[in-house]
T-cell receptor, first 113, second 115 residues
Framework: EDQVTQSPEALRLQEGESSSLNCSYT??????LFWYRQDPGKGPEFLFT???AGEEKEKERLKATLTKKESFLHITAPKPEDSATYLC??????????????FGQGTILTVHP | GAVVSQHPSRVICKSGTSVKIECRSL??????MFWYRQFPKKSLMLMATSNEGSKATYEQGVEKDKFLINHASLTLSTLTVTSAHPEDSSFYICSAEDRRNEKLFFGSGTQLSVL
């Protein structure tokens, strides 16, 4: 059974305090691993897609990495506006559409000024 | 700007009424759209896959007669919650697949409250 587990459930940081969020996955054939940001009462906002182990992608203060079993979202020198829930999701190979994703439960990030 | 538009953002209705939620892809054609449901502080649960011009595919445990999906054009999918009851109250989110770049974009969500 495909599973996605994110840790920690919640993370509180001081502004400028770098850290990482973890996403562990078990999937029968990975088609892509997705990171999204979700603000309260809003739909998820696309951040990254990673396809193969060793791949890395960056966007501003965020950097996503992928291994065969997990992905990390590194946040460098976070700011209060980075506070949100970060969702990890996997799409599996063999399906007719990559968009049928299995989501983790999310990590609630709070960055204090 | 948003590439997937979802309306309404919030709806309050009486028990027994039906509610329609629209999901539009704004600058690309989406042959496939997805409908998710999200409970407070929980992750997204896929309800169904909406395919343009054909019947939707529902996930296990989702009542297809309760949640009617129509995908009549390449840019529009609708979810109708029929005979809504308080237990249907939830945050519903649609997504559309842009196959040009394999990106999946989400709508802004609809908060449904059934009284």
């Amino acid at each position: 059974e495909d599973q996605v587990t994110q840790s920690p459930e919640a993370l509180r940081l001081q502004e400028g305090e770098s850290s990482s969020l973890n996403c562990s996955y078990t999937v029968s054939g990975l088609r892509g691993l997705f990171w999204y940001r979700q603000d309260p009462g809003k739909g998820p906002e696309f951040l990254f897609t990673l396809y193969s182990a060793g791949e890395e992608k960056e966007k501003e203060r965020l950097k996503a990495t992928l291994t065969k079993k997990e992905s990390f979202l590194h946040i460098t020198a976070p700011k209060p506006e980075d506070s949100a829930t970060y969702l990890c999701a996997v799409g599996y190979a063999g399906g007719t559409s990559y968009g049928k994703l299995t989501f983790g439960q999310g990590t609630i990030l709070t960055v204090h000024p | 700007g948003a590439v997937v538009s979802q309306h309404p953002s919030r709806v309050i209705c009486k028990s027994g009424t039906s509610v329609k939620i629209e999901c539009r892809s704004l600058d690309f054609q989406a042959t496939t759209m997805f409908w998710y449901r999200q409970f407070p502080k929980k992750s997204l649960m896929l309800m169904a896959t909406s395919n343009e011009g054909s019947k939707a595919t529902y996930e296990q445990g989702v009542e297809k007669d309760k949640f009617l999906i129509n995908h009549a054009s390449l840019t529009l999918s609708t979810l109708t919650v029929t005979s809504a009851h308080p237990e249907d109250s939830s945050f519903y989110i649609c997504s559309a697949e842009d196959r040009r770049n394999e990106k999946l974009f989400f709508g802004s969500g609809t908060q449904l409250s059934v009284l």
